[in-house]
């Protein structure tokens, strides 16, 4: 379930990235920084948490056991 | 003058970090010290190395010079959409080939090719297209680092002499320091040009007195208030980008790079903090593009570039493609940070900014590394040079290698007539972006062939050709509507843009990839599959 719920994640967030709603607008936030930009801007800290949930939540640890297991085995070889 | 000097002296600081990595490793002639560092880079390096590696010229001189012709929509194309799909393979596909490299000693993708799917010559094939693929990358440092130069002197060092400084000095630490000296320069870069952006923003934007009135004025002229926006750019288009990034991992110098971790647990704050550290880098870089549409009239160059932009978009239509060429030229933006730099900063400040921008353009010496390495190990000891001639020798191959290609890449470079961005994307990415089912194939799907691998490469390489020979043949149109060659029933098959080539309104870096997965799993289904032993090698189960 933990699984299915981070791909739906990753999905959402890279549909998300097409945010043709704002594709005509010129309005400025905080007088300054274009809606567009803005928008991509926190897409991209959207983006650090999602990678944040995915290192906390689906972290291959079994990459690490292999390769311990591999060195212990090539360490008993003669 | 200052700047420059300022400039001089980081290469020199750069230089000496790569002989002090050829110091700390005197004595040890090995190739995995050499090529990989003895995989043993802790996370701070592993992080800022693994990211500065793939920044290059582009990332400070191609994206603020794309924003200020195309406008914001800069930033999604290429820095967020990165900020999702980078992070994302590095930690699906990075950790998996850093476990395999551990556990049976591969030093380059092409080993992990020939091992996975049991094959020699394929092999060989996948080298020559990459290595084909991975030249670009490198010219685009050379001409980065000659356009820097030449501009930072304003003129007084030539764009010739400014690019052979630059590849003399990445030769340099990388032919003497290997990926140590490599790992430990790209570290000291990443961490310059991370606080170059933010620099740059407040020291510009104090010197234009706030950005509030250059984006309310933008905002208010017919002409540039497009720029705040995306309406130039169909979503087909942006859609396509997103493709892009796929480019990343399958680049050699990526993958070798994630072999170079002592721990797999370095991979952690790479994947987290990857988009951080794009944003940091591209927003500044974006913004200040956009924005220096704005200073026309404080900046002459400005001006004339607008001018060029101008008559191109009202006489385009009407003009010989060399004409048209030239305005493409003159309108490109590729300088216009330093531009602002010089007018907005003060002298020891912009020489140091200079730097800065120098730490990104410099990002190709992973490139001429990763490929001496391939050509070693894939061609040099594959075909039996490691056992006939020792580990020294491939060493030295590797070194003489460096020399040969920095010199190639450099003679390109002064001939290339494109823009830094246009020749990265248009070559290097789609074509590397193509390739990323290989890696897909060989970790995650059993039922992957040799045959599929092929059939990739080729496709791939047919592909990038054929996009390059279609762009030379048919000139590009002026701005606005494309020049349409194919159409079915009223839908766009084929069309040339301004920019480059549409397919079905795709970039064609969209049918290159969807191709490619269709190739894989098409003629890997026809196709016999490696013996079980290697596939349970792989992904485990029975070996008999």
Redesign the interface.
Known sequence: MKRILLVVA?VA??VL????W?????Y?VF????I??FY??M???A??L???L??TFA??SH??R??EE??REEDRAP | MIPAIVVFLYLAAVLYIGIFAFRRARGREEAEDYFLASRSLGPFVFLFSLFGTNMTAFAILGSSGHAFSNGIVTFGLMASASGLVIPLTIFLIGTRVWALGKKYGFMTPVQMFRDRWECTHIGTVIFVVQAAMLVPYIIIGIMGGGTTLSTISGGTVPFWFGGAIVAMVVMSYVFFGGMRGTAWVNTFQTILFLCFGAIALIVIGYGMGGFRSAAQAMQGAPALAPLLTRERISPYYFFSYTFIPLSAIAFPHILIFCLTARKITQFRKTVIFYPICILAIWLPCVFLGVMANNRANDIPQIKDKQEARRVLATQGRTMEPEQRDQLRDQAAGDDVIMLLLQRYAPLWLAGLLGAGIMAAVMASDSQILALSTMFTEDVFAFYGGKTRFGESVQVQTGRIFIILITLFAYIVALQAPETIFELAIQYAFSGFASLSPLLIGALFWRGSTKWGALAVTVWTASAVVAVAVFQSVVPAPAPGPATVLWSVGGTEVLARTPGGTAVFGFMPVVPMVLVSALLMIVVSLATRKPAASTIAKYFGGDRS
């Open positions: 990753v967030l890279y990235h097409q945010d043709i704002f594709w005509r607008s010129s400025l007088g300054f920084i274009p567009g930009l991509h801007a897409f991209s800290f983006a650090a999602l990678m944040w995915l290192v972290w291959p990459l690490e292999e390769v591999a060195e």
